[in-house]
Structures are given as C-alpha cells and as structure tokens.
C-alpha cells in the first residue's frame, strides 16, 4: 500500500492517509505506470471511493454535472468491423443505414437540446472517416450550432490534418475519438482500422488546437488489467484528455458482443473512479449504459466522480434514460447542472 502511494501524482497523493514513504523517480514517458493503474483497481471499494471523490472536490465545484446531447447525423451503414457496433453494415441489427441530415434538422435538435436545459452537442457520424464531399456540410452543421450558443463536439471518425483544421475554424470545441479498450484487447473487437491509427487521428485533433474527447466502452469480456489498460492509455496522453466517456457496453442484438456475461456493477463504478484519480482535471463522463444501470449504480457514478451525462432520450441508435427521469434523478440526488435545466426546461413533458 505505502509503495504504491508513492508513485501516484499530486493529485492523488493529497488524498492518502498515511505519511508517503520516500519519493521514487517516475519514468518520464509515462505518468501513471500500468501498475499503478490496477493497483488503485484493486483497493478496497471504499477506499478507492473515497480518494476518487476527494480529487473531485480538488478539481470541481460538488455535484456540478455537465450535460450534453448526442445527435446521429449519419446513422448505419458503416464500412469498420466494430464488434460492438449497431451501425456496422456487416452486422444484421436492424439499423437501416441513413443520409446525412440537412442542417435544419441538426438545428432544431440543437435548439431542443438547449432549450432543454443541454450545453454541449455532439454530433456523431456513423463513418470510418468523412469523405471530403461531406466536410463542407459538417462544418456547417459546426458553425450554426455554434452560433446558437452551445459547446460543440463531432465525431467522426478518422481525420487527417487539415481535416481537423476545417473543423476548429468552423468553432468545433471538442473531437471525440475513443481508444475504445487496452491495446492488448483490441484486435478482439476491431480488424478494420489499428489503435495506433486511433492515436494518429487523436495527435491530429491536438494539433489542430481542438479540445480531446476520448475514452472507450467496458463490459466487452476484457480483464480488469485491460480495463487498467484503457485507462493508463488516456491517463498518459500528453495532455490527457480534456473529456473523458467510460462507455458501458449496450448489448445489441446481431452485434458479436451480443449475450456476453454483463459487467459487475461495481466493475464499472470502479472504472470511473479510477479514470477520475488518474484525470482529475477532467470531464468523466457516464456515457452509454445508463438505462440498464438503473438510478443506484449511476448514484455511485456521480460519488466516484462522473461529472458529466449524454442528456436525451437517444444515444445514437439505442436509448438513453428519459430525460425527465434524469432532471427526476439530478433532483433527487440534489445535484446540479451549467444549463438551466430545473428551473427553466419544459416541465409539460415530464408528465405528473
Ligand atoms: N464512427 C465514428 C467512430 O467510430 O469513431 C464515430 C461514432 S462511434 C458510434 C463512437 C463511439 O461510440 C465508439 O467509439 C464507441 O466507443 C461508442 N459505442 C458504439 N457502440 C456502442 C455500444 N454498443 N455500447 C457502448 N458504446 C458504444
Ligand atoms: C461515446 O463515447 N459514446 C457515444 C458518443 N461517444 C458518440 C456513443 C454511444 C453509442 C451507443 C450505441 C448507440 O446508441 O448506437
Ligand atoms: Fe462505424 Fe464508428 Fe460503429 Fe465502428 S463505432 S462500426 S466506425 S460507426
């Protein structure tokens, strides 16, 4: 126990309760060493709650949760072999693959999205990446939702440089792009594209002075090391990651990820704990899974340091809790949010 306490950074060392034993010089290229990573995976439930919620409150105001709306601008019909995927054209789901929306859809769901209380809009394209035709129309899509006042995201999937430029002068704030898993458990999900072109395509966003979004799913039959895994990998990109989605595996019918044992809750809780001490500075986001979790398991999400939920009844094909059900949960849970969600959305829809 002590020796591990004396190789967590800063952030983490604050939150120890014994008097750290004498430093050890950390490697240079790595902050958080993979064993460090798995140690904190290892602790006691409560201890690691503990030290997870204590870097919260070292880095963000109690109880502020970010919310942010997702829109599929391009749905199915995606060429990539993502075994977890419903939009993959290999896989028989029943998605049918879609064209690109006009801008006045992607608007009014904008206007909806802050209307109901959302900052952040994400606009995902079921794509391995955007062909040229395409760009002019997304940086559209970037400029207007801009424009209505909201933070705005995309993802993509792979970019080239110039790519990435288009999109940060269109006011693109963030790029998600998502390591998905460990290096070691790749290749048991995806053949179509290599993590280290995942790593390119994050190293083009840097570039281009966009903020990172990036994080990965877990519950696809990985070890709790690869789990580690994940996150040594977003905690040691330099800078690490300004948001950070943790992805609970959504099981869909017709993907090969179909009818895996499901992920121990406290598995998952676990991970956003882990992912908060060794990020602390940043979004933690309780991304997709959050209908099957049900409200004590998110209620542990939010102590171990989420700070942040896709808000809409959508994901991008499957569903997400209902909105009023999650302005029902941040009540009761008496957290609260940037927009202006309590006071001012539509109650009308929430029914009772
Ligand atoms: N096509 C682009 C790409 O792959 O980069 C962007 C959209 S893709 C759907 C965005 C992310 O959604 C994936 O990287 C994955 O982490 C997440 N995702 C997709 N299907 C999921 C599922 N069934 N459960 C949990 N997360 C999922
Ligand atoms: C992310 O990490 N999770 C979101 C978003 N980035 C684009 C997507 C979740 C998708 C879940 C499956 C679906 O709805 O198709
Ligand atoms: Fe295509 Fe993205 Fe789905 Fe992979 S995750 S199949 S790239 S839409």
């Not at 909806?112 to 035709?133: I, V």
């Amino acid at each position: 126990m002590s020796e591990l306490k004396t190789v967590l950074p800063a952030a983490a060392q604050a939150v120890s309760f014994h008097p750290p034993a004498a430093p050890i010089t950390l490697p240079p290229a790595a902050t958080w060493p993979l064993a460090d990573v798995l140690a904190l995976f290892d602790l006691p439930f409560n201890d690691l709650m503990f030290q997870a919620q204590t870097a919260h409150r070292a880095n963000f105001p109690a109880g502020d949760v970010e919310l942010a709306t997702l829109l599929s601008i391009k749905t199915g019909g995606c060429e990539e072999d993502c075994s977890y995927c419903p939009q993959a054209a290999r896989y028989d789901t029943g998605v049918e693959a879609k064209k690109l929306l006009g801008i006045d859809t992607v608007l009014d769901a904008a206007r909806q999205a802050k209307a109901n209380g959302a900052t952040r809009f994400c606009m995902g394209a079921a794509w391995r990446s955007p062909k040229e035709r395409d760009m002019e129309k997304v940086e559209e899509m970037v400029r207007e939702v801009k424009a209505l006042g909201l933070e705005t995201c995309a993802t993509l999937g792979m970019l080239e440089e110039g790519q990435a430029d288009r999109l940060k002068q269109a006011g693109l704030d963030y790029y998600n792009h998502n390591l998905d898993t460990a290096p070691e458990f790749y290749s048991n999900v995806i053949s179509t594209r290599e993590y280290q072109d995942r790593l390119d395509t994050l190293g083009k966003v840097r570039n281009a002075g966009l903020k990172v979004c990036c994080g990965g799913i877990v519950g696809m039959g990985e070890s709790r090391a690869q789990r580690a895994g994940l996150i040594a990998q977003l905690a040691n990109l330099n800078p690490y990651p300004e948001s950070v989605p943790v992805n609970h595996l959504v099981q869909v019918e017709g993907t090969p990820l179909h009818g895996l044992d499901p992920l121990d809750a406290f598995e998952f809780v676990r991970t956003i704990a882990v992912a908060r001490i060794t990020m602390p500075k940043a979004r933690v986001r309780l991304s997709a899974g959050r209908r099957q979790m049900g409200e004590a398991v998110q209620a542990m999400c939010f102590l171990a340091g989420a700070n942040s939920i896709f808000y809409g009844d959508k994901l991008l094909t499957t569903d997400n809790p209902e909105a009023c059900d999650d302005r029902a949960l941040l009540e009761k849970l008496g957290l609260v949010t940037r927009g202006a969600l309590l006071d001012s959305a539509p109650k009308a829809t929430c029914g009772g």
